[in-house]
């Protein structure tokens, strides 16, 4: 069955890079993903990499995979206020998704 | 991307009855989903709604509690039936359409909160 796991929050002060982490567990996923969800709302698609790939960068945002030890990383840099949320990685296999259970981003002044 | 609307956007109802939320795409798609956020948790995956098929349901999920409709691409219902308090959640619908250049996108509606008392 699959397993994602993520630490629960995150604190960072404004201005500096958030590195959130996520570990999943099916070998076979196909693409992985961040969600982002504000207070109130629903899932923001903030970005995805393809399983075959290693890094993709899109403006501040950067994702790393390492398939090898099945570990899924997201760096905001430069945080801002408007970045704190919960972030949700997720796996995908079959177009089923596995989400794991969201990581809280505060951002401080 | 695509657009996703949900009726309703939240709703509080009696335990015994009944809710059918409604997913609505600005596109035609292939495949849709419905999930659920209980309070404070993840998305848990109910079912997969495929035009022209029968809904597949995950592991824990029934169709006579959740019966979906599907009745074309860009449509779909959600009911909870003979709800309880541990029905309260959040319900999402999320669309993907395989087998295009953007088959990888999985988008998700605003969700609809349910409170049941």
């Known amino acids: 069955g699959e397993d994602v796991e993520q630490s629960l929050f995150l604190s960072v002060r404004e201005g500096d890079s958030s590195v959130i982490n996520c570990t999943y567990t099916?070998?076979?996923?196909?693409?992985l993903y961040w969600y982002k969800q504000e207070p109130g709302a629903g899932l923001q698609l903030l970005t995805y990499?393809?399983?075959?790939?290693d890094m993709k960068q899109d403006q501040r945002l950067t994702v790393l995979l390492n398939k090898k030890d099945k570990h899924l990383s997201l760096r905001i840099a430069d945080t801002q206020t408007g970045d704190s949320a919960i972030y949700f990685c997720?796996?995908?296999?079959?177009?089923?998704?596995?989400f794991g259970a969201g990581t809280t981003v505060t951002v401080r002044a | 991307s695509a657009v996703i609307s949900q009726k309703p956007s939240r709703d509080i109802c009696q335990r015994g009855t009944s809710l059918t939320i409604q997913c609505q795409v600005d596109?035609?798609?292939?495949?849709m989903f419905w999930y659920r956020q209980q309070p404070g948790q993840s998305l848990t995956l109910i079912a997969t709604?495929?035009?022209?098929?029968?809904?597949?349901?995950e592991s824990g999920f029934v169709i006579d509690k959740f019966p979906i409709s599907r009745p074309n691409l860009t449509f779909s219902t959600l009911t909870v039936s003979n709800m309880s308090p541990e029905d309260s959640s959040i319900y999402l619908c999320?669309?993907?359409?395989?087998?295009?250049?953007?088959?990888?996108?999985?988008?998700f509606g605003p969700g609809t909160r349910l409170t049941v008392t």
């Open positions: 999320s669309v993907a359409r395989p087998g295009t250049e953007s088959s990888y996108e999985q988008y």
């Open positions: 709604a495929n035009q022209g098929s029968e809904a597949t349901y």
């Open positions: 990499i393809f399983s075959n790939m």
């Open positions: 099916d070998s076979s996923s196909t693409y």
């Open positions: 997720a796996e995908r296999n079959d177009y089923k998704l596995s």
């Open positions: 596109s035609q798609v292939t495949m």
